[in-house]
């Protein structure tokens, strides 16, 4: 993926630390990794809308997560608050929990409390985003697929990428043994 503008949604106390630096015109980056993903803007609106924890301050946590060091407890309300908010850029780090998501300075903000709070955002959005028409963004490459794959391999923790080398290296002994013994099936005619 090219650099340029991707876009994640953040809790209230976050969205209020990113709203106060970009005010002041201060450059901040958070070098903490986080297991969420970055995405399109609209499609980053949108989840802010349709996820029921996101979409409201009464919004409850599904399941606990205790992944890199933060302890969320399952129940726990998200809280008045939150935003869509554009990174400049974003990167993998490995930790020992498997890979996250680091994300470069935030570039824009957009606030909101409820859902309600971004339904013009998102009108303007399908009206203007060239995702909706069926055509992919420059920045995803030309084929969708093929990147949607290199993300995948770059999410796999530690142990998982030694167990696809291993169901690799297993695949490619299975075919040298099966071509060794059609050789030699061929030799003894």
């Known amino acids: 993926m090219q ?8 809790d209230g106390d976050e ?9 002041v015109g201060k450059e901040f980056l958070n070098s903490a ?5 970055p995405g399109h803007r609209t499609c980053m609106i949108y989840a802010a809308m ?10 409850r946590r599904s399941e606990a997560s205790d992944m890199y060091g933060a302890d969320l407890p399952k129940g726990d309300a998200r809280g008045s608050g939150g935003a869509v908010v554009a990174y400049n850029d974003y990167g ?26 971004l339904q013009d955002e998102l009108t303007a959005a399908l009206a203007n985003d060239e995702t909706t028409a069926g055509k992919a963004p420059a920045w995803l490459g030309e084929n969708e697929q093929l990147m949607d ?24 002994a299975r075919k040298r043994q099966q071509k060794q013994a059609r050789t030699s099936r061929k030799k003894n005619r």
């Open 50 to 59: 349709v996820c029921p924890f996101l979409s409201s301050p009464e919004g």
């Open 15 to 23: 969205a209020e630390m990113i709203s106060a630096v970009l005010g």
């Open 149 to 172: 794959s290199a993300f995948r391999r770059a999410m796999l923790s530690p142990a998982e990428r030694r167990a696809l080398a291993a169901q690799k290296r297993a695949a490619q």
């Open 3 to 10: 650099p340029g503008p991707v876009w994640r949604v953040v």
């Open 92 to 117: 993998f780090k490995q930790t020992a929990a498997g890979p996250g998501v680091v994300y470069g300075a935030p570039i824009e903000i957009i606030t909101y409390n409820r859902a309600a709070d």
């Open 33 to 37: 990794p986080t297991g969420e993903a």
